[in-house]
């Protein structure tokens, strides 16, 4: 049999559900493809904690068929200090292919699905998903096509979300009160924003009326917006008072699908985003038709191991596609551009007071109000006995007397 010389072109879109190489947290994996003694090594592209890479690269290959090497393909898990380890491996058996008529007869070669496998293991490391095109180099290079894999540029919207107020918020410090803000991010805490604070909220009924501006593509790897409350302290770190977090993928793709705005409304999230899960068993609860009620979980874990829930905060979402956006512009917090909607200054908040015993009583707290009342109270019991101890000290003197005298 003659022998024909061949380029072998193998096409990697990704690979998921990767076996973890490190210790609390998920690999990095990046290829490390070779066929015979040529190979190559993608270490400098690795994904940092990804169990789920997307990979999108194309290789090259000469091979002579028959007798040509197999496809050899591992992922492997980068380690900057201890060394990298093999996730698992596939090899591709191309003789197999080259010479089946079934397989040279398809002209678009179908996608594999190739698990990979480790010695330390019987059960599959992760899955990878790939094809292989084998051209004879008679054949121009020209008319070879090469496909375009890599994933088409993301869309970018703009997420608006207002935060009004709260209820039922715990009183963090000793005194009976706190000093609420809210913080908000996607997916990484490096987004996150926060509101500015109401100090000396002793009701739970923190108000805000702040916009929060986030810019997201879409598609993304996580869809999470968390919100945060959190009690404010000038000394020392503040403290976490709750949390919620709510998946917002079915409205983020909608609107990518549309390309118009989508409001998280009442009669969208009957109709829709019930469906979509939330995290932690954030509970939902709409006032009116475009504000609701998350419940924040946080604090000791019951006998259950459940959090508690902390508080409620009010918000209201929008999504809007970029370019939409920036000809509807709106200013953050309670800055102009102030519509849609407008929102005014939060209510209930401390204010400065020329009277200082008026300052000083809207500064203290509910719980060392009454701690004050009852020291108070309880000196004035004290004075009062006190006062009254020489007047009842002189009438039982004076008893005693007027009977002494009596019997003698």
């Not at 490390?32 to 940092?48: L, T, W």
């Not at 020209?142 to 088409?152: A, L, M, V």
């Not at 809210?182 to 000396?200: G, P």
Request: with cysteine.
């Amino acid at each position: 049999m003659a022998s024909c010389k061949c380029i072998v072109r193998v096409y990697i879109i990704d690979a998921f559900n990767l076996s973890s190489r490190d210790n609390g947290s998920d690999s990095d994996p990046y290829l490390v493809v070779s066929m015979g003694n040529k190979v190559y090594n993608e270490r400098d592209r690795y994904q940092s904690d990804e169990p789920n890479p997307k990979f999108y690269r194309s290789f090259d290959f000469e091979g002579i068929f028959p007798g040509c090497a197999p496809l050899v393909i591992n992922v492997m898990d980068y380690d900057e200090i201890f060394g990298d380890d093999s996730i698992g491996t596939t090899s591709v058996d191309l003789e197999d292919r080259f010479f089946s008529p079934e397989w040279q007869s398809v002209k678009n070669k179908p996608i594999e699905l190739r698990q990979l496998s480790h010695p330390s293991s019987a059960i599959s490391q992760g899955t990878v998903r790939m094809w292989v095109e084998i051209h004879p180099t008679s054949i121009p290079m020209s008319e070879i096509p090469i496909w375009n894999i890599t994933p088409k540029p993301p869309d970018y919207f703009e997420v608006r979300l207002v935060i009004y107020d709260t209820e039922d918020v715990v009183a963090n410090d000793a005194e009976g009160c706190s000093d609420v803000y809210c913080r908000a991010f996607f997916d990484s805490k490096e987004d996150a924003k926060e509101t500015d604070t109401h100090y000396r909220c002793s009701n739970g009924k923190a108000s805000f009326n702040y916009r929060l501006l986030y810019t997201i593509a879409h598609p993304r790897k996580d869809y999470t917006l968390s919100v945060q409350l959190f009690d404010r302290d000038l000394i020392g770190s503040n403290d976490i008072i709750g949390e919620a977090q709510l998946n917002i993928k079915d409205a983020l793709t909608d609107a990518a699908l549309t390309k118009k705005p989508v409001a998280f409304s009442k009669k969208y999230y009957n109709s829709y985003l019930k469906n979509c899960k939330t995290l932690k068993n954030t509970k939902v609860t709409f006032k009116d038709e475009n504000s609701f009620f998350l419940s924040c979980k946080g604090g000791k874990p019951d006998k259950t191991g459940k959090l508690t829930e902390q508080g409620k905060v009010r918000i209201q979402i929008d999504i809007l596609p970029k370019d939409y956006a920036d000809k509807n512009k709106v200013g953050e917090a309670r800055q102009e551009p102030n519509h849609s909607p407008t929102l005014k200054e939060p209510e209930g908040r401390l204010s400065l007071d020329m009277n200082p015993l008026k300052l000083a009583l809207a500064m203290i707290g509910p719980d060392l109000k009454r701690k004050i009342i009852m020291t108070l109270l309880c000196g004035v019991c004290l004075f009062l006995c006190v006062m009254l101890i020489p007047l009842v000290a002189g009438n039982i003197m004076s008893d005693l007397i007027m009977k002494l005298i009596g019997l003698g």
